[in-house]
Every structure is written in structure tokens, then in C-alpha cells.
């Protein structure tokens, strides 16, 4: 120990700026000039250290406030977005089930209006074919007249002489003669 004391103590022992060597006693260098900085740097640091140390500690309990507080309002905005979502889902189902109904309302209608389009369609149908059946039976009826007309005028011109023509032309003359008469 006496040597590292002496060493640190007497500066003028050192060897010149120009020579180079190693000193290997460990205890006469390194561990003194060590302890003497740390001692050094405890004693001043201490205060600086501690200080700095608390200006770190409440910033970062500033930060963690903050923190919470930010935190707390994302909470609360959270919860009012959720409310938000909420009432959004409850307004789209009652539009949903509005417009279901609605949907249902306008199939029934179309259902109604086409049915009671088909049902005038079915009438006007059957007038229709009631109509045609009109028209064939008169056209049927018209050629049958026809044809029995031509077939007893030709039954008439073969068996009609001039005597049989003259007594019907003649009994027809008194026939209207005599609507005439109960006309007047």
C-alpha cells in the first residue's frame, strides 16, 4: 500500500513523455484512480444523479396521467360510439322489418292486381268466345235458311204451275188487303 500511496502522490516519479512501459502493479494504478473517481463522482453526482433521477420519475408519472386520462376519454368516446352503434342497428332493423312489410304489402297488391287482371282477361275471354260461338251459330243458321230457301224455291219453280201461281199470288193480294183494311 505504501507503494500505490507513493505513486499517486509523487508525480514526480513518473518515467519521461518519451519512454513507454507498462506498470502491472494493478494496485498501485487503476484501483486507487478508480476509487478516487468514484468517490469523486458519488460525492458531486449524487445530487445531480438524484435529481435528474426525480425528473425522470415525474415525467414518467406525468406521462402515465396522461396516459390514463387519454385512456379514460378513449374509454368514454368508445362507449359513446358503441351507444352510437346501437342505436344505428336499432334504426336499420326497423327499417329492415319497415321495408319487409312493405315488401310484403306491395307482393299482396301485385298478387291482387294480377289476379283481378286474370279474372277480366278470363271474362273478356269468355265474351269473346261466346261472341264467336254467336257469330258461327248465325252464320250456320244463315246458310241453312239459304240452302232450305234454294232447295223449296226449287221445289216451288218444279212443282209450280201457272194455275198454282196465280191462286197463291192471288191469296197473298187478300192477305194483305185485309191487313190493310184492319190498319185503317
Not at 458519488?42 to 387519454?70: C, P
Amino acid at each position: 500500500m505504501k507503494n500505490g500511496t507513493e505513486s499517486f502522490v509523487s508525480l514526480g516519479h513518473w518515467p519521461l513523455a518519451g519512454s513507454f512501459g507498462f506498470n502491472t502493479d494493478i494496485l498501485a494504478t487503476n484501483l486507487i484512480n478508480l476509487s478516487v473517481v468514484f468517490g469523486v463522482l458519488i460525492f458531486f453526482g449524487k445530487g445531480v444523479l438524484s435529481d435528474l433521477l426525480d425528473n425522470r420519475k415525474q415525467r414518467i408519472l406525468t406521462t402515465i396521467r396522461n396516459s390514463e386520462e387519454l385512456q379514460g376519454g378513449a374509454i368514454e368516446q368508445l362507449e359513446k360510439a358503441r351507444a352510437r352503434l346501437r342505436k344505428v342497428e336499432m334504426e336499420a332493423d326497423q327499417y329492415r322489418a319497415k321495408g319487409y312489410s312493405e315488401i310484403e304489402r306491395e307482393k299482396v297488391n301485385l298478387i291482387d292486381s294480377i289476379s283481378k287482371t286474370l279474372d277480366q282477361l278470363e271474362n273478356c275471354k269468355n265474351e269473346t268466345i261466346h261472341c264467336e260461338q254467336q257469330t258461327a251459330i248465325t252464320q250456320v243458321r244463315q246458310r241453312v235458311l239459304q240452302r232450305a230457301l234454294q232447295g223449296a224455291l226449287g221445289t216451288l219453280n218444279s212443282c209450280l204451275t201457272d194455275e198454282l201461281h196465280l191462286h197463291t199470288v192471288s191469296a197473298n193480294i187478300a192477305m194483305f188487303g185485309a191487313m190493310k183494311e184492319r190498319m185503317d
